[in-house]
């Protein structure tokens, strides 16, 4: 008989839900895509009303509910920090307990109502409801669906209960810890410090902070190893607390760690200086020399060759990057959702191979389906949906529709596309994106600013035909879903003049780097997804009908949003954010839409009030 289980992950960031069974991943989806509130900290009920949709299931029919946290010990980490801080961090004491005290105590009681709100079951007549240990869930998230029958996992997040760093060692079914590395230690939260310091939001800024990093030289590097992180060879470390203030207080740095990097920390929204640009540097290098060194130490001890990553760090591809080519592993596997929504896949992971047992079955390439496993529109929601609103499109069947995008992509046209089912994780990948052409030198300001309403060092990221990588890019592995950062092709470089050489800061950004410039940072590096014609069929066959009309098997691709808004989920979401914004098309399966045929939008730029800025 069918084991249906279905994993939780909710009430801090990033909620989701994400349903398995027999072993096989079914759905998983954020809840933030479905309430349009970016990382959605409440519980998903959105989310699990679409898992079990997709599965054809009532709650009732599920055999066991997993949660990815254990939340009684997370609460002892927090009572033993306080006390052993005491008295300092009191009036964080006095914020946190009652709502600990209210609900996240009684977590199991909370999930309960939650399920029998959304379901009307009642004690007995709920499915049974488990917990797992946060970095298990991590773990498990990233083993399982690998592509490795043995590897080693590194899990480096902020904090889970107490751990912040844990090793593993997956073996068939069986996922062992090696070790840890305990709160308040944590290459998460010194990251998230940093995020902090340079004006950025904790949680959400990190990736700001790691594409503003090749604007600036590491000039803080030795700053960061003499007074806040003893490193050891190994890559254990520990972190001076006095400079920080996360473990008691309401914000993440002291007046201590403002006065070492010699001012406060820099306002939100404010212009940024080559002093953040150089700060961002120097954290950069120092997580990455942090990551390779554990690296070589998992490697050394557990005798593998493979290595699978998750937790909120595995998002930083440039690590990533360099652990791929200069680390000791021949291949490196990375779970898409690596941050807590993932933990709602990897609860429930962990429940069917660990506590029931089952034998695990390696999938080549993975398990995860392109990480395509949220909900797909379908052709009769949309044009009802493009009919409510007196739409103009066109219908195109794809022999058609392909060649035609590739021409609009080429003239320079900005595209949105939603097609297939919408991606589990952080990253666009072909399901909602926003695309263009990469050989433009503009198209980066303006995808910038005229549509994401985002600053303007940020880069973009492209996708590539995956047999194709290795011509465009130095990058001989796949990498699905765009979590390596790879150097552009030495061939497709353009050497810097004297006067270019001289720019520093946001002046970078001037210079044409490469014949595909739209993509290429400023240190010549990219954030490469390779498309792969099994795994998304029709956005495979977008790119190869543009290199048809180009030569270049490239296109520019972010995520389908503004600045501060959750990628778009359906036919709605994305009709909205065309109009509001500079877009020119807008691609909805095989329904085509012209931005000058659309009926009037009404403008009013207070809708960027909608969504808090990230």
């Given at each position: 008989?069918?084991?249906?289980?279905?994993?939780?992950?909710?009430?801090?960031?990033?909620?989701?839900?994400?349903?398995i069974?027999?072993?096989?991943?079914?759905?998983?989806?954020?809840?933030?895509?479905?309430?349009?509130?970016?990382?959605?900290?409440?519980?998903?009920?959105?989310?699990?009303?679409?898992?079990?949709?997709e599965?054809?299931?009532?709650?009732?029919?599920?055999?066991?509910?997993?949660?990815?946290?254990?939340?009684?010990?997370?609460?002892?980490?927090?009572?033993?920090?306080?006390?052993?801080?005491?008295?300092?961090?009191?009036?964080?004491?006095?914020?946190?307990?009652?709502?600990?005290?209210?609900?996240?105590?009684?977590?199991?009681?909370?999930?309960?109502?939650?399920?029998?709100?959304?379901?009307?079951?009642?004690g007995?007549?709920?499915p049974?409801?488990?917990?797992?240990?946060?970095?298990?869930?991590?773990?498990?998230?990233?083993?399982?669906p690998?592509?490795?029958?043995?590897?080693?996992?590194?899990?480096?997040?902020?904090?889970?209960?107490?751990?912040?760093?844990?090793a593993?060692?997956?073996?068939?079914?069986?996922?062992t810890?090696?070790?840890?590395?305990?709160?308040?230690?944590?290459?998460?939260?010194?990251?998230?410090?940093?995020?902090?310091?340079?004006?950025?939001?904790v949680?959400?800024?990190?990736?700001?902070?790691?594409?503003?990093?090749?604007?600036?030289?590491?000039?803080?590097?030795?700053?960061?190893?003499?007074?806040l992180?003893?490193?050891?060879?190994?890559?254990?470390?520990?972190?001076?607390?006095?400079?920080?203030?996360?473990?008691?207080?309401?914000?993440?740095?002291?007046?201590?760690?403002?006065?070492?990097?010699?001012?406060?920390?820099?306002?939100?929204?404010?212009?940024?200086?080559?002093?953040?640009?150089?700060?961002?540097?120097?954290?950069?290098?120092?997580?990455?020399?942090?990551?390779?060194?554990?690296?070589?130490?998992v490697?050394?001890?557990?005798?593998?060759?493979?290595?699978?990553?998750?937790?909120?760090?595995a998002l930083?591809?440039?690590?990533n990057?360099?652990?791929?080519?200069?680390?000791?592993?021949?291949?490196?596997?990375?779970?898409?959702?690596?941050?807590?929504?993932?933990?709602?896949?990897?609860?429930?992971?962990?429940?069917?191979?660990?506590?029931?047992?089952?034998?695990?079955?390696?999938?080549?390439?993975?398990?995860?389906?392109?990480?395509?496993?949220?909900?797909?529109?379908?052709?009769?929601?949309?044009?009802?949906?493009?009919?409510?609103?007196?739409?103009?499109?066109?219908?195109?069947?794809?022999?058609?529709?392909?060649?035609?995008?590739?021409?609009?992509?080429?003239?320079e046209?900005?595209?949105?596309?939603?097609?297939?089912?919408?991606?589990?994780?952080?990253?666009?990948?072909g399901?909602?994106?926003?695309?263009?052409?990469?050989?433009?030198?503009?198209m980066?300001?303006?995808?910038?600013?005229?549509?994401?309403?985002?600053?303007?060092?940020?880069?973009?990221?492209?996708?590539?035909?995956?047999?194709?990588?290795?011509?465009?890019?130095?990058?001989?592995?796949?990498?699905?879903?765009?979590?390596?950062?790879?150097?552009?092709?030495?061939?497709?470089?353009i050497?810097?003049?004297?006067?270019?050489?001289?720019?520093?800061?946001?002046?970078?950004?001037?210079?044409?780097?490469?014949?595909?410039?739209?993509?290429?940072?400023?240190?010549?590096?990219?954030?490469?997804?390779?498309?792969?014609?099994?795994?998304?069929?029709?956005?495979?066959?977008?790119?190869?009908?543009?290199?048809?009309?180009?030569?270049?098997?490239?296109?520019?691709?972010?995520?389908?949003?503004?600045?501060?808004?959750?990628?778009?989920?359906?036919?709605?979401?994305?009709?909205?954010?065309?109009?509001?914004?500079?877009?020119?098309?807008?691609?909805?399966?095989?329904?085509?839409?012209?931005?000058?045929?659309?009926?009037?939008?009404?403008?009013?730029?207070?809708?960027?009030?909608?969504?808090?800025?990230?």
């Open positions: 008989m069918s084991v249906t289980i279905l994993g939780i992950s909710a009430f801090y960031h990033d909620s989701a839900a994400a349903l069974r027999d072993g096989q991943i079914v759905a998983a989806a954020q809840e933030e895509r479905f309430t349009r509130k970016k990382h959605d900290p409440g519980f998903p009920a959105c989310a699990v009303n679409y898992c079990l949709s599965a054809g299931l009532s709650l009732g029919q599920v055999d066991h509910v997993v949660f990815y946290d254990k939340p009684l010990v997370k609460f002892e980490r927090l009572l033993e920090t306080y006390l052993s801080y005491a008295p300092n961090g009191f009036r964080s004491f006095l914020s946190a307990m009652p709502v600990w005290l209210k609900e996240k105590l009684y977590l199991k009681r909370l999930l309960k109502q939650e399920m029998t709100a959304l379901s009307g079951l009642k007995a007549d709920l049974p409801l488990r917990f797992t240990e946060h970095h298990q869930s991590h773990a498990a998230s990233a083993f399982y690998s592509p490795f029958e043995r590897a080693a996992v590194l899990c480096l997040d902020g904090v889970g209960e107490w751990a912040t760093t844990t593993w060692l997956g073996d068939g079914a069986s996922l810890p090696q070790w840890e590395i305990d709160f308040p230690h944590s290459l998460g939260l010194l990251y998230s410090a940093f995020t902090y310091y340079t004006g950025f939001k949680n959400s800024g990190e990736y700001k902070l790691m594409g503003l990093a090749p604007y600036g030289e590491p000039k803080y590097t030795d700053l960061i190893y003499d007074n992180l003893d490193l050891k060879a190994d890559g254990t470390f520990r972190l001076e607390m006095s400079y920080f203030n996360y473990a008691t207080g309401l914000t993440m740095t002291n007046d201590r760690f403002a006065k070492l990097f010699g001012a406060p920390a820099r306002t939100p929204e404010t212009p940024l200086a080559q002093r953040e640009m150089d700060i961002a540097a120097s954290i950069q290098a120092v997580t990455e020399e942090v990551v390779m060194r554990l690296g070589k130490t490697h050394k001890e557990m005798g593998v060759k493979n290595l699978c990553l998750a937790g909120g760090v930083n591809c440039v690590s990057g360099k652990l791929l080519r200069n680390g000791p592993f021949d291949n490196i596997w990375i779970q898409p959702a690596a941050g807590d929504a993932g933990g709602a896949l990897g609860a429930a992971l962990a429940i069917w191979h660990q506590m029931l047992e089952q034998p695990r079955t390696v999938v080549e390439n993975d398990a995860m389906q392109g990480s395509y496993l949220g909900p797909r529109e379908a052709d009769d929601e949309i044009e009802t949906y493009l009919k409510s609103v007196n739409a103009v499109y066109t219908k195109l069947d794809d022999d058609k529709l392909m060649p035609e995008l590739a021409r609009l992509l080429a003239e046209n900005v595209l949105g596309w939603l097609q297939g089912r919408m991606e589990f994780g952080p990253r666009s990948l399901g909602r994106s926003i695309l263009g052409d990469p050989r433009s030198p503009a980066q300001s303006v995808m910038n600013l005229k549509i994401k309403y985002r600053e303007s060092f940020r880069p973009f990221a492209p996708s590539v035909l995956a047999e194709k990588v290795s011509d465009w890019f130095e990058l001989d592995a796949d990498s699905p879903y765009m979590l390596l950062v790879a150097p552009v092709a030495e061939a497709l470089r050497p810097m003049s004297e006067e270019d050489a001289a720019r520093f800061g946001i002046d970078k950004l001037k210079q044409v780097r490469s014949k595909i410039p739209a993509i290429t940072h400023v240190d010549y590096s990219a954030r490469v997804q390779t498309v792969h014609a099994d795994k998304n069929p029709r956005y495979h066959a977008l790119l190869t009908a543009f290199e048809a009309e180009s030569g270049c098997p490239v296109l520019v691709n972010t995520s389908f949003n503004v600045r501060g808004e959750p990628i778009v989920c359906t036919a709605e979401d994305a009709y909205r954010c065309f109009m509001r914004t500079e877009m020119d098309y807008l691609v909805l399966e095989n329904y085509l839409l012209a931005k000058p045929d659309q009926p009037v939008w009404e403008k009013d730029d207070s809708w960027q009030d909608e969504f808090e800025l990230d």
